[in-house]
């Protein structure tokens, strides 16, 4: 029967808050994948005509709010506090209640991304191991750490990062922190974690003068797993020397000696060894992420890859159709007394982004019929969405065709090369072409004409100029 309670489920004993409560079997089972393996022989058992269930590591306050969920279909998260939020998203997960997953991360993402700035340890505890929970995940790498690694590294809750937490945050490429700051905070975790008190002063400092072979031990034995993800060969020899060797006893066999060698001889690529973070540009755009910047100002150095921590470029919006109007006269009026400019292009139903570099000083202004003009700088690129930079396809401009490069029209949007190799036709046709010819490559599969979503172009300004 659909109205009867027939099974019983106990709750909340790892709480201290044991409940019980009664439920029907069909019920859950119909609207509950979860439930449809609880409530079997393997799981459950019975007793007469009532199935038992137990599970202790949900709260009562949170099964009763997913039971309502169950029943009823709608929660309202706006009644809880932030830690009940997320606690209740932890249990849809492990539940696998894929709909309220979704809404819980995207009531955090937009209504309350302030909350996770506050609740910050505690929410990357929860959502690392959970694949289902990635676009919080990436959220929190991409718009706080990113932003600043402190919120992280200083952090009066650092030491209650659980260990594939720190792992995760250590491996990730984008900590604009240095990496010595990286070290001394592993070593206070690591203290706080192997049991060791240290009550005067820094840890850092303080037992680095302890002759004390137990304390050296718990911390290697705490620590051991996640040295590899530490990149010393980016930290300077005077840090090095005050900070790291000292803990010579805890760190990977001859890594002392190896990183003596390598800075005094240079006898190897020091990025090949331990490669640097590369915290990523910052960009106004809808389409690209800070990540696909930070590659199109490597390209512009002339380098295939990024390959320094210091990205000597900055991109500055000076138009998007959305915003500025989709007409070539007011593509010209942003861009036309520009210096050397990127557009980006988002192709209509595709994840697809086109998009090229003019390294011409003076924009897009000349006439159509004026002779083209370009030098062996440009380059046109795609990208296959704005999730990833994989895959990504450079192509630059042909020697003996560098002053085909770019082709003005004062009626008509950017164009490069003659194929054309990228053009776009910034008008209510929203149209664009691509066919490889000026350039080397081709940047689309199948090249022809296009239909595009949105168009943004920014002047590159060169910070080595204004430091000079």
């Not at 150095?301 to 000076?318: H, R």
Request: with cysteine; aromatic share 12%.
């Amino acid at each position: 029967m659909k109205d009867e309670l027939n099974v019983v489920i106990q709750v909340g004993d790892t709480f201290g808050e044991k409940r019980w409560f009664e439920a029907n079997t069909y019920i859950l089972q119909e609207r509950s994948v979860y439930f449809c393996a609880a409530l079997s022989n393997k799981w459950a058992t019975k007793q007469g005509d009532k199935y038992f269930f137990h599970k202790p590591n949900i709260s009562a306050q949170i099964f009763e709010t997913l039971l309502r969920y169950i029943y009823n279909g709608v929660i309202d998260l706006h009644s809880y506090y932030p830690l009940d939020c997320l606690n209740l998203l932890i249990a849809a997960d492990e539940m696998i209640f894929e709909e309220l997953v979704d809404d819980i991360q995207t009531y955090f993402i937009k209504n309350k991304a302030l909350w996770v700035d506050k609740i910050l340890i505690e929410v990357l505890n929860a959502v690392i191991p959970r694949p289902a929970c990635m676009r919080l995940n990436n959220f929190c790498f991409e718009e706080i750490i990113q932003r600043d690694a402190d919120i992280i590294f200083k952090s009066p809750k650092f030491k209650l990062l659980h260990e594939t937490t720190l792992a995760s945050i250590l491996i990730y490429d984008g900590l604009s922190i240095r990496e010595i700051d990286i070290w001394r905070g592993l070593l206070k975790w690591g203290q706080a974690n192997s049991l060791l008190s240290c009550n005067n002063g820094d840890f850092a400092e303080v037992i680095s003068e302890k002759d004390n072979e137990y304390y050296y031990l718990m911390l290697k034995h705490t620590v051991s797993r996640l040295l590899p993800l530490v990149r010393f060969f980016n930290i300077p020899e005077d840090d090095f020397i005050q900070f790291v060797r000292p803990f010579e006893m805890i760190l990977p066999d001859n890594l002392v000696n190896e990183y003596f060698r390598i800075t005094k001889f240079l006898t190897t690529k020091i990025h090949e060894l331990s490669p640097p973070r590369f915290p990523p540009m910052k960009i106004d755009s809808t389409i690209i992420k800070p990540k696909h910047a930070s590659l199109i100002a490597s390209w512009i150095d002339g380098n295939a890859k990024v390959e320094s921590d210091y990205i000597p470029q900055a991109f500055k919006l000076l138009y998007r159709s959305s915003c500025d109007g989709i007409s070539a006269k007011k593509f010209h009026a942003k861009c036309d007394k520009a210096g050397s400019t990127i557009l980006i292009v988002k192709l209509r139903d595709s994840e697809q982004i086109l998009g090229g570099y003019n390294p011409i000083t003076k924009g897009f202004k000349r006439a159509w019929f004026s002779s083209s003009r370009g030098n062996q700088t440009g380059f046109v690129f795609s990208f296959s969405s704005e999730k990833s930079i994989e895959g990504a396809r450079l192509s630059r401009i042909v020697n003996h065709f560098c002053e085909l490069g770019v082709q003005d029209h004062p009626l008509d949007g950017p164009c490069f090369g003659t194929g054309p190799d990228l053009w776009i036709n910034i008008s209510e046709l929203k149209i664009g072409q691509s066919v490889k010819q000026t350039y080397a490559e081709k940047i689309l599969e199948p090249q022809g004409f296009f239909s595009w979503a949105e168009v943004e172009v920014f002047e590159v300004i060169d910070l080595r100029a204004k430091d000079d």
